[in-house]
């Protein structure tokens, strides 16, 4: 069989620079394959391993991405495995965004001919967008699987279990086929510069624009452009004193804690953002919500959302929703009109009835979750569409009548506003950044119908949820543990819990161990979250993990090694062992008369 994997070189983490024109300074930088497509080399190595063929590793950038190419043939040379590279790099390509990206990669991979397989990592750490993969998949017409963690293929078909946001999906669909890798799905390639440097030259091709055809390509072809970046710095506290006894240590940091305003539950009240606009004009301009089945909170917020711009505008809302929700509570969370459709249909077939939509009706903007299943179905039809597409959005603005999407990247290092150049402006939009809206009365939305062929090309088998996707962001406490707290032992941290009113979140290597389900993973491959106290407890405080609690108001860590890297991060520490530390916690929280408001205790 033939494999194609698409890898990308990013940035590290630690070494991201701005320049005074607010870029990224990438002169001197050091750079790596992005995390997830390590593991898609690796995966397309051992698949060729075991049906044989040949694998070809394709990369979109400057000269210097060769040397990602180069890690991804070594690793495949080590397990005498058939493998080359193309290098598509020429400068028209530059100022790429993610649908310029994917119709460079789908020119140069037909280029290059028929593949059985494309595999792509979930998503780049760097932008966290998971955009390129299904709309690869749209432009080379091909089904796609997201977040793959088994794959095996047999006979033609490819049998995928995905790891979604807060569960998984069993199914199965015939190639050729695109997959997006998860994390976990295998051992990821790593070589060491040597076994690079030592690649034949003459395993690695170069593509140019000229190669691929007249473009628009780069800068020119990307419907989507960059306005102002900040830089999100946070300045923590970094309270310890480590001679102190660990009664004087408990009572120093709750004092940090009261300062900030960590213990003080009044600020967690509902968001009092008032209610939903009343119906817009039908001969206004539409603001389309793209719901998905079964996560009310985050629907009501699209919807409460896409009424309020439209609002703005003077125009309509839009619901492009499951048919099993009911017309008038789509009325009454902002919809003016409801274009329906059957819950059982995949990702695929959603964007394909939202293209056809959209591509009668060319609505002001679209908005859906971002969510594994809403980066599909937004993504698939902006390449349909030509359209611009924010990915993660975390705020939405208007500007001269146009949108502008802010966008975190780099883990929320910087925070990026971006704005599309086409007709049709697209975002998918973090659960919890938008509030949820008091109903509106009276409210009779106008049911829409759309024609449209569904192919059906992904069978699903089952789809199973383990945990809810709104806990960590609606906590206002999060309790984070690492793998020196085996799951024996949560029932001690339990108390901390109820008397803070808190959910438990982990490090990657916790749900690696399956001890906690993936959707409570905190970090560069996990979830960034904001709470107002996020307690770091016997963790190690590893940037990778780290840098997913930078939104957190006040951070408290616990650690019985008083150089730990965790220390670095916090507003107060607490030296000692977390099991002597929590008893005294909870009886000076007790004597404070603190008491959590609301309750985030289900789920744990």
């Not at 397309?44 to 063929?53: F, I, M, P, S």
């Not at 293209?355 to 971002?370: E, F, Q």
């Not at 007709?423 to 509030?435: D, F």
């Not at 069978?459 to 543990?481: I, N, Q, S």
Request: charged share 25%.
């Amino acid at each position: 069989m033939r494999v194609a994997v698409l890898v990308k070189q990013i940035p590290k983490f630690e070494a991201m620079e701005l320049g005074p024109d607010g870029r990224l300074v990438r002169e001197g930088l050091e750079l790596e394959m992005n995390p997830y497509c390590r593991r898609a080399v690796s995966q397309g190595v051992a698949l060729v391993e075991t049906h044989g063929g040949s694998v070809t590793v394709f990369t979109l950038g400057p000269p210097p991405a060769e040397d990602t190419l180069r890690e991804a043939i070594a690793w495949g040379l080590e397990r005498n495995v058939e493998i080359d590279a193309v290098l598509v790099s020429d400068p028209p390509f530059a100022g790429s965004d993610t649908l310029a990206t994917a119709r460079a990669l789908a020119a140069a991979i037909e280029h290059d001919g028929r593949f059985d397989l494309v595999l792509v990592g979930r998503n780049s750490v760097d932008a966290d967008t998971g955009q390129v993969g299904p709309e690869l998949a749209q432009l080379l017409d091909l089904p796609f699987a997201t977040g793959v963690r088994h794959l095996s293929v047999n006979d033609g078909r490819a049998s995928v279990r995905c790891e979604l946001d807060d569960g998984w999906m069993q199914a199965e669909l015939a190639l050729p086929a695109v997959i997006s890798t998860a994390e976990r799905l295998i051992e990821p390639c790593k070589v060491d510069p040597p076994g690079r440097a030592a690649v034949p030259a003459t395993l690695v091709r170069r593509l140019q624009a000229a190669d691929l055809g007249p473009g628009p390509w780069g800068q020119e072809g990307s419907p989507t452009w960059v306005g102002p970046v900040r830089v999100m710095e946070v300045e923590r506290r970094r309270h310890l004193l480590p001679d102190a006894s660990l009664e004087e240590q408990v009572r120093a940091a709750l004092h940090v804690l009261t300062e900030r305003g960590a213990l003080d539950p009044s600020a967690d009240a509902l968001r009092s953002d008032g209610a939903v606009p009343t119906s817009g004009s039908r001969d206004g301009v539409a603001v389309a919500a793209v719901l998905e089945p079964g996560r009310v909170r985050l629907d009501r917020e699209l919807l409460g959302g896409a009424a309020r711009l439209a609002a703005v505008l003077g125009g309509h809302a839009v619901a492009v929703a499951p048919l099993d929700v009911e017309l008038a509570q789509l009325g009454a969370w902002g919809a003016d009109e409801v274009v329906g459709f059957d819950p059982e249909l995949v990702e695929e077939d959603v964007a394909r009835l939202l293209t056809a939509w959209t591509g009668s009706t060319t609505p002001w903007a679209v908005l859906a979750p971002s969510t594994a299943w809403g980066r599909e179905v937004a993504s698939r039809a902006a390449a349909e569409l030509g359209a611009g597409l924010t990915g993660d959005a975390v705020d939405l603005e208007i500007d001269d009548g146009r949108l502008v999407a802010w966008k975190p990247a780099f883990g929320g290092r910087l925070v990026a506003a971006i704005q599309a150049t086409s007709a049709v402006q697209m975002a998918t939009v973090r659960a919890g950044v938008l509030p949820v809206l008091e109903p509106r009365r009276r409210a009779s939305p106008v049911r829409t119908e759309v024609a449209f062929e569904p192919r059906q090309r992904v069978r699903v088998l089952a789809r199973t949820r383990e945990d809810d996707l709104d806990l960590l962001a609606e906590a206002p406490v999060v309790v984070g543990v690492g793998k020196g707290i085996p799951p024996d032992q949560y029932v001690a941290i339990e108390p901390l819990l109820d008397q803070l009113g808190a959910v438990i979140a982990a490090t990657r290597k916790v749900t690696d161990e399956g001890w906690l389900p993936r959707a409570r993973q905190v970090g560069i491959t996990g979830r960034s979250i904001a709470p107002r106290l996020y307690v770091a407890l016997g963790l190690s405080g590893k940037f990778n993990h780290m840098v997913g609690v930078r939104g957190a108001r006040t951070i408290l860590a616990i650690n019985s090694a008083p150089d730990a890297l965790v220390f670095d991060h916090c507003d107060a520490g607490i030296v000692g062992d977390w099991r002597a530390v929590l008893p005294l916690l909870l009886d000076d929280l007790a004597a404070a008369g603190y008491e959590a408001a609301g309750s985030f205790l289900g789920g744990r």
